[in-house]
T-cell receptor, first 116, second 110 residues
Framework: GEEVAQTPKHLVRGEGQKAKLYCAPI?????VFWYQQVLKNEFKFLIS????????ETGMPKERFSAKCLPNSPCSLEIQATKLEDSAVYFC??????????????FGSGTQLSVL | SQELEQSPQSLIVQEGKNLTINCTSS?????LYWYKQKYGEGLIFLMM?????EEKSHEKITAKLDEKKQQSSLHITASQPSHAGIYLC??????????FGTGTSLTVIP
């Protein structure tokens, strides 16, 4: 597709429940990035993929968070046993050659996760 | 890690006024991106600056990059309510991790 598609747009979970977010990058883009927007001005890098391989996971919380990008499937970000502090908007972005060498990252419209 | 400090944090201007947002990096800038986020929506790419002294314009928005000062500025001329939103600068110093600035929230009063 010509845009980064994130689903669902909104997700509500009770504390302790699992949350799974999906991201379909733009067709032909090799790199996928996940960001967590906790405050409106602050984005935290979580993880990036080059095709199905983890490229950089230095931002991923060690516990409860996992992500995958499998061939012919949307990428996913999963949070096991969600906590209140996980409430945020999660953005996915894709690029064709890695964020240094392209004009722009293409961002999805985000998934708003609310943990109650 | 790269730190990008934006100023001001928030800005309220009357429609028609000019304004400037600054982004200062803690490390050498090899390129800088500007994005806009409308409330409740995704990020919109505005422009990318790659070389020191480079200046780009998009409609009424102009951005400059000062590599020596490790700083970029975004200038909006004759602001309109449609300019309202959060402006974020971004940088990718290592090629494998993208950092955003602290953001500037802009409100334009009609």
């Amino acid at each position: 597709g010509e845009e980064v598609a994130q689903t669902p747009k909104h997700l509500v979970r009770g504390e302790g429940q699992k949350a799974k977010l999906y991201c379909a990058p733009i067709k032909g883009h090799s790199y996928v990035f996940w960001y967590q927007q906790v405050l409106k001005n602050e984005f935290k890098f979580l993880i990036s993929f080059q095709n199905e391989n983890v490229f950089d996971e230095t931002g991923m919380p060690k516990e409860r968070f996992s992500a995958k990008c499998l061939p012919n499937s949307p990428c996913s970000l999963e949070i096991q046993a969600t906590k209140l502090e996980d409430s945020a908007v999660y953005f996915c972005a894709s690029s064709s050659l890695g964020s240094r060498d392209v004009e722009k990252l293409f961002f999805g419209s985000g998934t708003q996760l609310s943990v109650l | 890690s790269q730190e990008l400090e934006q100023s001001p944090q928030s800005l309220i201007v009357q429609e028609g006024k000019n304004l400037t947002i600054n982004c200062t990096s803690s490390k050498t800038l090899y390129g800088l991106y500007w994005y806009k986020q409308k409330y409740g929506e995704g990020l919109i790419f505005l422009m990318m600056l790659q070389k020191g002294g480079e200046e780009k314009s998009h409609e009424k928005i102009t951005a400059k990059l000062d590599e020596k000062k490790q700083q970029s500025s975004l200038h909006i001329t004759a602001s309109q309510p449609s300019h309202a939103g959060i402006y974020l600068c971004g940088a990718d110093p290592t090629g494998n991790q993208f950092y955003f600035g602290t953001g500037t929230s802009l409100t334009v009063i009609p």
